[in-house]
């Protein structure tokens, strides 16, 4: 009696399918095994089999707005008022496959000592770092100099909208690999509030101070005592259409984002902003913005909100528009940068007949050079090197020093020439 047998010698993923290499009475063959739908073909050393698939998450999104609120990337809500430098959210997982980050945020006091804002946001990946602080609004800090946003990196996604709104979104394959004040993102609200060194939720307060990085002079670790809060009067106040009820309204400029985004916590937060701020309407103006970023980055239109109560001042040569472009054309590249999501952004865009170079809008027989893929402006220096675009020549540079009693230094992430004994600024990059 003759008996076969035949088994692998290896097997190898193509597509959704399993090839195996048999040895079969003296011969090679090859056949193939189809994974279910549910299955997703794997390896396991030399040996490949069909696993069922998992269930693909969506992206977390944390955020930080306001004076400042907090939402994690589980969901879990909360306020902390501290003014020192936190750390956001970063990678603190064991998965090497993972790029390490590390996400930043100083907070401020803004006209008030009871709150705080989000003022300055440190962006550290792949070796990188990036500074977006509130008094530039629309460029970075990147090597040094000033860049024109948006600024992409890969699959992770930072946004700061100038107006105290702080965003983060993660891939799923982050969840349990993260840490910081967005949380550890792993599905679970409950445990949001565990500090860096401890293993039990905690109070806001001392959630926070936990994750505090540097001290800035006078920054103090949250509210002292109760944390302020405004009585129910003053509340119904700001609750009304005049007021913080335009995010709510169901025939307001916000009423098809209410299906993609819930406007509750939105409308909870800048009640509770407003009403700190007694009424003031850059406040209220910062929360309407914050949640009509919220709206067009998740697909929905916003309809026209500001008025000249409201108005958004844009620089010469440019425009406010409610749905504006958000990866526009410049010198540097008519076409968008490489990953820029080309959602609908209320912002200002350049007039027609202009481009933007830099953070300004310039008519397009003013546009710069571009040199190893770095943009020049016309004229453009810093402390060490003065480039010039010629017309006929391209880029033209030459040595540049500093002034006598000026010394080339980084301050603040910029690099020019500085006082050596005050701290002035001579000359920087815009």
Same mark, same amino acid.
């Given at each position: 009696m003759l008996f076969l047998r035949i088994f692998p010698i290896f097997s190898y993923c193509a597509d959704a399918s399993i090839n195996f290499t048999l040895f079969c009475s003296g011969s090679l063959s090859c056949s193939s095994i189809t994974c279910s739908p549910n299955e997703v073909c794997e390896m396991k050393g030399d040996y490949a089999s069909c696993v069922p698939k998992q269930v693909q998450q969506k992206p977390g999104t944390c955020w930080a707005m306001g004076d400042p609120h907090y939402r994690t990337f589980d969901g879990r809500r909360y306020n902390f008022m501290g003014t020192c430098t936190y750390v956001i959210a970063k990678n603190c997982g064991k998965d090497d496959n993972l790029p390490a980050f590390e996400v930043l945020a100083q907070n401020e006091n803004r006209g008030s000592l009871r709150v705080s804002y989000v003022a300055l946001v440190t962006v550290k990946v792949y070796g990188f770092t990036i500074t977006i602080a509130r008094s530039e609004t629309g460029v970075a800090i990147f090597f040094a100099t000033l860049n024109i946003l948006p600024l992409h990196v890969n699959t992770t996604v930072f946004t700061f909208n100038?107006?105290?709104?702080?965003?983060?979104?993660?891939?799923?394959?982050?969840?349990?690999?993260?840490?910081?004040?967005?949380?550890?993102?792993?599905?679970?609200?409950?445990?949001?509030?565990?500090?860096?060194?401890?293993?039990?939720?905690?109070?806001?307060?001392?959630?926070?101070?936990?994750?505090?990085?540097?001290?800035?002079? =006078?920054?103090?670790?949250?509210? +002292? @005592?109760?944390?302020? *809060? #405004?009585?129910?009067?003053?509340?119904?106040?700001?609750?009304?259409?005049?007021?913080? =009820?335009?995010?709510?309204?169901? +025939? @307001?400029?916000?009423? *098809? #984002?209410?299906?993609?985004?819930?406007?509750?916590e939105y409308f909870e937060d800048c009640v509770y902003d407003v009403c700190l701020y007694n009424g003031r309407k850059d406040v209220l103006c910062d929360n309407l913005g914050s949640y009509t970023s919220a709206c067009q980055?998740?697909?929905?239109?916003?309809?026209?909100?500001?008025?000249?109560?409201?108005?958004?001042?844009?620089?010469?040569?440019?425009?406010?528009?409610?749905?504006?472009?958000?990866?526009?054309?410049s010198c540097q590249s008519l076409a968008p940068p490489k990953g820029c999501k080309n959602h609908c952004e209320e912002g200002c865009s350049c007039d027609e007949g202009y481009i933007l170079s830099g953070d300004k809008c310039v008519p397009f027989s003013e546009c710069g050079c571009i040199h190893n893929d770095r943009y020049y402006r016309i004229g453009q220096e810093d402390c060490r090197t003065r480039c010039t675009c010629d017309p006929e020549k391209g880029l033209i540079?030459?040595?540049?020093?500093?002034?006598?009693?000026?010394?080339?230094?980084?301050?603040?992430?910029?690099?020019?020439?500085?006082?050596?004994?005050?701290?002035?600024?001579?000359?920087?990059?815009?």
């Open positions: 100038w107006a105290s709104a702080v965003f983060v979104t993660l891939p799923s394959n982050y969840m349990g690999a993260v840490c910081g004040l967005c949380g550890n993102y792993n599905g679970k609200a409950q445990d949001d509030l565990i500090p860096k060194n401890g293993d039990k939720p905690v109070s806001p307060a001392n959630f926070g101070a936990s994750w505090r990085v540097a001290e800035i002079p =006078g920054c103090v670790e949250g509210c +002292k @005592g109760v944390c302020p *809060d #405004c009585d129910i009067t003053q509340k119904v106040k700001y609750e009304k259409g005049d007021f913080c =009820g335009i995010i709510s309204d169901p +025939k @307001g400029p916000f009423r *098809d #984002c209410h299906s993609k985004v819930d406007p509750a980055d998740a697909g929905a239109k916003v309809y026209s909100w500001r008025t000249s109560q409201f108005s958004m001042k844009c620089l010469a040569h440019s425009h406010y528009e409610i749905c504006s472009t958000a990866c526009p054309a540079c030459e040595n540049h020093s500093c002034p006598q009693s000026t010394k080339c230094m980084v301050k603040k992430g910029i690099r020019a020439c500085y006082n050596t004994g005050k701290t002035q600024m001579f000359t920087h990059f815009n």
